[in-house]
């Protein structure tokens, strides 16, 4: 794993953790401007979750990193993303971009978050495709 710094985002929650991990996968962006990209292709994706709260959980975590990594390694390490349910729909907002496949980590993370009693938020996901190219994801409204 490549030591890095990542973007922060601002917030005003007690608890911060950030979880980094990779996976490998293949894909393809079946759209006549992707160039290259149409034929499928793998990554070692390089991912960094950051997770945020107030209150912890009952083990004294605000989430287990150990989760946290299991959920994405699970559903995506070696296969291929557009086999996914999430990208499976052939509109271009579900082809497995950098951009669609951070935003759709975040979704699962924090529909795992959602399940905990301490209701912790996932406030950014950092996907790296490349050495050269990456993807921050945050969404746009956090309520606490």
Same mark, same amino acid.
């Given at each position: 794993?490549?030591?890095?710094?990542?973007?922060?985002?601002?917030?005003?929650?007690?608890?911060?953790?950030? *979880?980094?991990?990779?996976?490998?996968?293949?894909?393809?962006?079946?759209?006549?401007?992707?160039?290259?990209?149409?034929?499928?292709?793998?990554?070692?994706?390089?991912?960094?979750?950051?997770?945020?709260?107030?209150?912890?959980?009952?083990?004294?975590?605000?989430?287990?990193? *150990?989760?946290? =990594?299991?959920?994405?390694?699970?559903?995506?390490?070696?296969?291929?993303?557009?086999?996914?349910?999430?990208?499976?729909? *052939?509109?271009?907002?579900?082809?497995?971009?950098?951009?669609?496949?951070?935003?759709?980590?975040?979704?699962?993370?924090?529909?795992?978050?959602?399940?905990?009693?301490? =209701?912790?938020?996932?406030?950014?996901?950092?996907?790296?495709?490349?050495?050269?190219?990456?993807?921050?994801?945050?969404?746009? =409204?956090?309520?606490?």
């Amino acid at each position: 794993m490549m030591q890095q710094i990542y973007p922060a985002a601002t917030h005003d929650y007690s608890f911060e953790i950030n *979880k980094d991990f990779h996976f490998a996968a293949a894909h393809y962006i079946a759209h006549a401007d992707a160039g290259k990209c149409k034929q499928t292709h793998g990554h070692t994706y390089f991912a960094n979750i950051t997770i945020v709260g107030d209150e912890l959980g009952s083990t004294g975590f605000l989430v287990n990193f *150990k989760t946290v =990594k299991e959920l994405i390694e699970r559903r995506f390490d070696h296969g291929v993303l557009n086999e996914d349910p999430a990208f499976s729909n *052939k509109q271009s907002e579900f082809f497995p971009t950098t951009e669609v496949i951070a935003r759709t980590i975040y979704e699962i993370i924090q529909d795992h978050l959602n399940t905990l009693q301490n =209701k912790p938020l996932c406030l950014q996901v950092y996907l790296r495709e490349t050495p050269t190219s990456y993807c921050v994801y945050r969404p746009r =409204k956090v309520d606490k």
